[in-house]
C-alpha cells in the first residue's frame, strides 16, 4: 500500500489533525466517509489504515491533498494528485476500451 511513504502511526497523526483542523469529532469523519467510530479511533491509533479509495474520501471530507495523508514530508508533494488523476484517467480509457471489446463478443 502507502505504507513505504509513511508508517501507519503517521498516516493516523494526519487524519487525526485534518479531522481536529475542520473542528470534528471522530463520529462526523466516520460519518462523512461512511464508517463506524470505531474505525477512526483505529486509523488515528494507528491500529489500522485506511485503503486508498477510503483516504480519498477523507482527504475530500477533510479539503486536503491525498498527498498530506501520503506523503512523506510536512508539504504534500503536488505532484501526486496529478500523478494519481492521470492513473484515474488511463484506467478510465482501459475500462472503456475494455467495455467495448465486451461488445463486440457475440452473445449466446
Same mark, same amino acid.
Given at each position: 500500500?502507502?505504507?513505504?511513504?509513511?508508517?501507519?502511526?503517521?498516516?493516523?497523526?494526519?487524519?487525526?489533525?485534518?479531522?481536529?483542523?475542520?473542528?470534528?469529532?471522530?463520529?462526523? %469523519?466516520? @460519518? #462523512?466517509?461512511?464508517?463506524? /467510530?470505531?474505525?477512526?479511533?483505529?486509523?488515528?491509533?494507528?491500529?489500522?489504515? $485506511? *485503503? +486508498?479509495?477510503?483516504?480519498? %474520501?477523507? @482527504? #475530500?471530507?477533510?479539503?486536503? /491533498?491525498?498527498?498530506?495523508?501520503?506523503?512523506?514530508?510536512?508539504?504534500?508533494? $503536488? *505532484? +501526486?494528485?496529478?500523478?494519481?488523476?492521470?492513473? #484515474?484517467?488511463?484506467?478510465?480509457?482501459?475500462?472503456?476500451?475494455?467495455?467495448?471489446?465486451?461488445?463486440?463478443? $457475440?452473445?449466446?
Amino acid at each position: 500500500m502507502y505504507s513505504l511513504a509513511m508508517a501507519r502511526g503517521e498516516v493516523g497523526e494526519r487524519i487525526r489533525e485534518a479531522r481536529a483542523a475542520k473542528g470534528w469529532k471522530q463520529k462526523h %469523519l466516520a @460519518a #462523512e466517509v461512511e464508517v463506524e /467510530p470505531i474505525t477512526v479511533s483505529r486509523w488515528e491509533r494507528g491500529a489500522t489504515t $485506511p *485503503d +486508498l479509495d477510503v483516504l480519498r %474520501l477523507v @482527504a #475530500e471530507a477533510t479539503d486536503r /491533498p491525498l498527498a498530506y495523508f501520503v506523503g512523506s514530508g510536512e508539504e504534500p508533494r $503536488p *505532484d +501526486l494528485d496529478t500523478r494519481v488523476d492521470r492513473i #484515474e484517467q488511463s484506467l478510465a480509457r482501459l475500462e472503456q476500451k475494455f467495455d467495448q471489446l465486451l461488445d463486440r463478443l $457475440p452473445r449466446e
